[in-house]
């Protein structure tokens, strides 16, 4: 099985780049992407439906904001649309899962908080939420991926130039912990890491523009650990660049699923 995420800073934008030509090349069975800034039915477009694929959408219901995507070629039993938190603050991001028999494979676009106009208290909800959820999940007898924009880095080798960057939002040391925490106490692995343990890869650049100013990788495939041994190859695509983030590609040795 193969799952390409990305963050797409508008998907319009993005097909204008190139992003649905270069995903018809990839034969990959699942495609999550983030950061739509397109409601639905702006998307009737036969460019936004790719052959092969069923497509699903979860929108903002605000024009030019968030949402998320699902791309499948094998059709699900069930769709999940957002996280349900009680708070509220999982509309402020948006996620939204396919479900098969033993797999359920989710497209997450977090609050960001980078900026002055969105809210750090938003995010720290948030994923005190999400970490909630993980723990109730966590007990059932199924195996999760989660693609998507997590807002966040997890160690200095994800960050470049860590110690300018360790007082931003994304990097700060809650954050750090809560990762920590995801990858250990909740019992979850980040694929991208299993395959490529190397520092210098990173999956964003806040300035708008690969390659220029620090990199982050914010980007990840969050599995559960009895998933950890399926991995077999990992990747994130730099010859175009469709946003300011990589595609993050993973190869699953997962066919019954």
Known sequence: MRIISLSVDGIH??????????????????????????QEYELDNDVFHPQGYF????????????GVA?????????????????????MEGRYLQVDYENLSIGSLLAPPAFSEMESQEVKIQFFDDFQALLHKITRKRRNFIFCGNWAMAHKRIDVENWSANSDQSGFLGHEQQWMNQLFTQLGY???????????????????GSVGVGDGWRIDYQVI???LARNVEYAAMYKTKTFSSHLPVIVEYDLEDY
Do not use: M
């Not at 497509?55 to 968030?66: C, E, L, P, Q, T």
């Open 224 to 226: 559960s650990q009895d």
């Open 55 to 66: 497509a699903y959408f979860f929108d903002s219901g605000i024009k030019h904001y968030n």
């Open 13 to 38: 934008q993005a097909a204008q780049r190139g992003l649905y030509e270069w995903l018809s090349e990839q034969d990959a069975d699942v495609i999550c992407l983030q950061d739509l800034r397109a």
């Open 70 to 90: 699902i791309y499948v070629k094998r059709q699900p039993k069930a769709l999940i649309y957002g996280l349900g938190f009680s708070s509220g603050v999982d």
């Open 189 to 207: 692995a980040d694929a991208f890491r299993i395959a490529v343990p190397d520092a210098g890869e990173y999956s964003w650049w806040p300035t």
